[in-house]
C-alpha cells in the first residue's frame, strides 16, 4: 500500500476515533451519572414499581456493555494507527499477506484478512 492510501485510511480512522470517544463519552455519561429519578425527573426517589429498578439495571448494563465494545473498537483504531505509522497498514497481521481493500473501507482497523478473520471466528 502506498503512502497517498495510508493517508486516506489514517484520516478515516482519526474520524472514527473522534466519533467514538464522543459516543463513549455520551455513554458514560447517560449511564453513570443521572439515576432514573434525575433522568426521569421524579420527586421521589423510591420507583414507583418494582420493575423499574429491573428496567433502571438492565438500562445500565446495557449501556456498560456498549461502552465496553466501543473501548475495544478505539483499541483496534489505536492499533490500526500504529500499524500506519510503522508502514505495514494493510498487511494481515497472521498471514502476512495484503488485506483486501473492500475489507478495509468496511473495517478500516482490522488487522486481518477475511481468510484468518474467518477461521479464528469459526
Known amino acids: 500500500m502506498n503512502k ?4 486516506v485510511y ?11 470517544r464522543g459516543d463513549v463519552s455520551a455513554m458514560a455519561d447517560a ?7 434525575e433522568a ?7 420507583p414507583i414499581h418494582m420493575a423499574d ?7 445500565q448494563e446495557f449501556t456498560l456493555n456498549m461502552m465496553q465494545n466501543e ?7 489505536e492499533a490500526a494507527l500504529e ?12 498471514c502476512e499477506y495484503g488485506i483486501k481493500k473492500t475489507r478495509l473501507n468496511a473495517i478500516p482497523y482490522t488487522p ?11
Open 53 to 59: 429498578i429491573g428496567s433502571d439495571n438492565y438500562d
Open 71 to 77: 473501548e475495544d473498537t478505539l483499541e483496534m483504531i
Open 31 to 37: 449511564a453513570l451519572s443521572k439515576s432514573r429519578s
Open 4 to 7: 497517498r492510501e495510508m493517508k
Open 83 to 94: 500499524r500506519i505509522e510503522e508502514g505495514i497498514y494493510g498487511t494481515c497481521e497472521t
Open 112 to 122: 486481518l484478512c477475511i481468510d484468518c478473520a474467518s477461521e479464528i471466528q469459526g
Open 10 to 20: 489514517k484520516e478515516r480512522l482519526l474520524l472514527l476515533r473522534a466519533r467514538l
Open 40 to 46: 426521569s425527573g421524579d420527586l421521589s426517589s423510591m
